[in-house]
């Protein structure tokens, strides 16, 4: 191959980064081009556009095997594979001796040259002979008897050093007889950044890998050292849980570098140590399990090598700079468990690190027990139900102690000296493994009587919490603290007797006193969204205590208004089975839980299904509570909207102009219920055909709602909506337009993009662009709130069906005949299995397909379809 413009592809293993490097570099100097992603890629970029790009434009791929290069989940198999693909160069060069199968059949046809074993002269004229090919000597070849000259010189400038180990690597390694971890897995990015980070210091570089236990922290570091060895002449390794080992360490390192003077006793040497080292450089000093910064801090080297400090304790952030280390990616823990488990299954390992909470430590140990014959399935089972019995068998070389015996032993070295602090990780086992805001800790404070606390602590709960991360039990935030659900796991199953009923005393006081305010306003959301994890999670243990009824209520109020159904559907559900037998079914708070289990059912378009359960609700609580009840006009008004959605829209106006009486008689003209009645009203007239009046209605309640509610209140959404609707009923399109557009903004604003009533307002501007004559627009509108309803409600839902058949009639209208006729075909038959055939939408799709194969000249067949709505349908409703 001759120099060329076009450039050379580095492929290459994360793990063998210095080689990829070192050959990009001698490659540049000797003229090529190169792509190699470490020096030519950003953070950010797409890296498999980035990748495909690359290896489009290059005229070569140089790829750097080692048995790292073809394990599984690295994206060097797209490269390699894409590069034989494209016929184009393929230049394998060999690091590391590869093991037997572990090439791929496809490759072991081609010529590989060989770099491992080689002197580094030697390595870059195998590298320049395999890039350049061969060619015809310029000279006669030299006599075969004569001594062989000498190689030549290595280019000048700064390079990056040569990868091999040819001399043993660093003179000095000491790393405590800790063997390479043959099997790690994933990190890439965060050696990457440590790499970067230690280079980016020109004196004394420290860096601190800090995170809870059973994370990796260790393995990282392990990693780090053994793939940048021989950029390191010393490379000393020192277990740093208690000071005196520290000491110690250096003591012994001074002894290896001949600065030690035997009668100077352990620390005057270990001073010698950190002497030899602030006037050297090309070192690195780790510091593992470094618990107490203010003790280590003084025996941080100075000088011109890197320092790196494994630790739980998050003090160390404000000392030295460092990388918060979390649980594995999704990728990363089911790369792990298939590289260990070769017959699991994608399904299989995604199951187990879900149940895990991707924790390294968990996913060795499970790796472990499962290679001694138990499959996935049963393994799943015995975690759910002997989590902590399961999780103290450790039979992992890089990882002594199990998941379990690291908890009991950080939780009993606690309580000593923080009884507090174990009382708040008891009281967050209980909880779910979601971040848990601070500020309940606050508002509960005086009330958790398993807590014990200091009245006159101004800094609890911080006090408490601290100890927490600084044992790595927790991780700590500035507003939250959250505890992995494994940690979890084994602090309930020694948590026992009197401890555990105190313990959930605390949990109902906790979660009583974290009230997010009414889930009627999307403001509160976000703190609903916060509680409602930890309220699902402990709700077996809750669910029969009075004081927490009204927060569980509204849970299930705020799943459904923030627009999820199946959630809520699961809870609601739950508390009426429960409530019905504890309670009776007559109980106010049973027919509250049941009124919520038919508010999902029109959430999710079951209308026929919620209707006999509404009306059984009504019946029950004008018997118990009397006609006038507050739990009972709300029943009257939800079986309204029932009747009305079911196409009932005579019985709908009747009940809700009668509601609406009922309601002017008592109640003020702008409280919530009298404005949501007479919304009702308004709307009702615009079903039966009346738009005059119901846009009448619909202007004077909307400007109440505006003063009382707010612009932005769901409520006064839905009424402008309602309004903009009807204005496109009654061809006032440019209002309508205006109308519809503004409602669609504050709703994405307010409710999100994908909220069934944010793409009921992408629905309504989409048939006002049709009205309008802005066909184009209107298809790219209805296209777009189609594929959202049918990825966020269901193909089926009643609301996807209405867009569809709108855009069926656009479709049919811009000539694309043959795709409305399938669209409004297909929505026809799944109108009539979920709505039935007596439901308006059912006779309106019904038209719509009729007049779409008209236009065809279809006419006969359109005339059977007309001719087999066997009744007059009643009014078209356009849903707000």
């Not at 649980?327 to 879900?354: H, I, K, N, P």
């Not at 038919?598 to 059984?616: C, N, Q, R, S």
């Amino acid at each position: 191959m001759s120099d060329s413009s076009e450039p050379i592809f580095i492929s290459y293993a994360g793990p063998d980064s210095a080689w990829a490097e070192w050959v990009a570099w001698h490659l540049q100097e000797n003229g090529y081009q190169v792509v190699l992603d470490r020096w030519h890629w950003r953070t950010g970029d797409d890296f498999v556009t980035k990748m495909s790009r690359a290896l489009d434009q290059a005229c070569a791929v140089v790829a750097v095997f080692s048995p790292r290069y073809f394990e599984a989940g690295r994206y060097t198999e797209e490269e390699w594979t894409s590069a034989i693909a494209r016929r184009g160069r393929y230049v394998p060069l060999v690091v590391e001796p590869l093991e037997d199968g572990q090439l791929p059949a496809i490759l072991a046809p081609r010529l590989r040259k060989d770099l491992h074993g080689l002197s580094e002269p030697d390595a870059l004229k195998a590298l320049l002979d395999a890039v350049r090919g061969p060619a015809r000597p310029t000279r006669p070849p030299a006599f075969p008897g004569a001594a062989a000259p000498s190689a030549p010189p290595a280019p000048h400038g700064p390079q990056p050093p040569f990868p091999s180990r040819t001399g043993g690597g660093p003179a000095v390694w000491d790393v405590r007889d800790r063997r390479r971890n043959p099997h790690f897995t994933g990190r890439e990015a965060v050696i990457d950044e440590v790499r970067a980070k230690l280079l980016a210091e020109r004196q004394a570089a420290v860096q601190a890998l800090r995170g809870t236990g059973g994370i990796g922290k260790t393995l990282v570091a392990l990693e780090y050292a053994y793939r940048y060895a021989d950029e390191y002449d010393l490379v000393w390794w020192v277990d740093a849980e208690q000071s005196e080992q520290v000491v110690a360490r250096y003591a012994e390192l001074a002894a290896r570098v001949d600065v030690a003077k035997p009668e100077a006793g352990v620390e005057f040497n270990a001073r010698y140590a950190m002497e030899y080292l602030r006037t050297r450089d090309r070192w690195l000093i780790i510091l593992d399990n470094a618990e107490d910064p203010d003790q280590l801090r003084s025996w941080l080297p100075e000088g011109g090598g890197h320092v790196l400090i494994t630790a739980r304790n998050p003090a160390w952030s404000g000392i030295v700079p460092g990388l918060p280390l979390g649980v594995f990616s999704r990728g990363e823990s089911v790369a792990y468990l298939r590289g260990q488990l070769l017959a699991l299954t994608d399904d299989q390992a995604d199951a187990l690190a879900e149940a895990l909470g991707d924790l390294p430590l968990a996913l060795a140990q499970a790796a472990g027990v499962m290679r001694g014959g138990i499959p996935a399935d049963r393994y799943l089972g015995l975690l759910r139900t002997n989590t902590a019995q399961l999780l103290g068998r450790s039979n992992v070389p890089d990882y002594p102690v199990s998941l379990a015996a690291t908890v009991t032993i950080a939780a009993e070295r606690l309580e000593a000296d923080h009884p507090g602090a174990v009382a708040v990780l008891r009281l967050a086992a209980f909880l779910g493994p979601e971040p848990i805001p601070t500020s309940w800790l606050v508002t509960a404070r005086g009330s958790l009587a398993s807590v014990p606390e200091d009245a006159e602590d101004i800094f609890w709960p911080e006090s408490a919490l601290e100890p927490l991360g600084r044992y790595g039990l927790a991780v700590v935030g500035s507003d939250v603290f959250q505890v992995h659900r494994l940690t979890q796991a084994v602090v309930r199953e020694t948590t026992y007797g009197e401890v555990v009923d105190a313990v959930q005393d605390d949990l109902a006081a906790l979660l009583t006193a974290a009230d997010p305010g009414t889930p009627e306003r999307p403001g509160t959301w976000p703190r609903w969204a916060s509680l409602t994890p930890h309220l699902t999670a402990v709700l077996p243990a809750v669910v029969a205590r009075a004081e927490l009824r009204p927060t569980l209520l509204s849970t299930a109020r705020y799943l459904v208004r923030s627009a999820q159904p199946h959630a809520a559907r699961n809870l609601a559900g739950t508390l009426h089975k429960t409530w019905s037998v504890s309670l009776g079914k007559d109980d106010p708070d049973t027919l509250r839980a049941a009124h919520m289990v038919t508010w999902v059912l029109d959430a999710l378009g079951a209308y026929a299904e919620a209707l006999p359960l509404v009306e059984d609700i009504l019946e029950r609580r004008r018997r118990v509570l009397g006609g006038d009840a507050g739990d009972t006009l709300s029943s009257a008004y939800d079986l309204a909207v029932t009747l009305g959605s079911l196409g009932r829209h005579e019985e709908s106006y009747v009940l809700h102009q009668a509601l609406y009486e009922r309601r002017r008689a008592t109640l003020s003209q702008d409280h919530p219920d009298m404005l949501r009645a007479a919304y009702g009203r308004a709307a009702a007239l615009n079903d039966i055909g009346e738009r005059e009046k119901a846009r009448t209605a619909l202007a004077e309640v909307l400007e109440l709602q505006r003063h009382s509610l707010g612009e932005d209140h769901p409520d006064t959404l839905d009424t402008a909506q309602h309004l903009a609707t009807t204005l496109r009923l009654l061809h006032r399109l440019p209002e309508a337009h205006r109308a519809v557009s503004e409602v669609l903004e504050r709703r994405r604003v307010v409710l999100g993009e994908d909220h069934p009533s944010t793409l009921r307002s992408g629905h309504g501007l989409g048939t006002t662009l049709y009205g309008l004559g802005r066909h184009d627009e209107a298809n790219s509108t209805l296209t777009a709130t189609l594929e959202r309803q049918q990825r966020t409600l269901g193909d089926d839902h009643p609301d996807a069906l209405n867009t569809a058949d709108s855009l069926g009639g656009v479709l049919a209208h811009l000539g694309r005949y043959v795709e409305a006729q399938q669209l409004l075909r297909d929505t026809r038959t799944q109108v009539q299995k979920t709505l039935g055939r007596d439901h308006w939408l059912y006779a309106a799709v019904t038209r719509n397909l009729a007049e779409t194969l008209e236009a065809q000249g279809r006419k006969f067949e359109a005339q059977k379809l007309r001719a087999s709505l066997q009744r007059k349908p009643t009014p078209k409703k356009r849903t707000p």
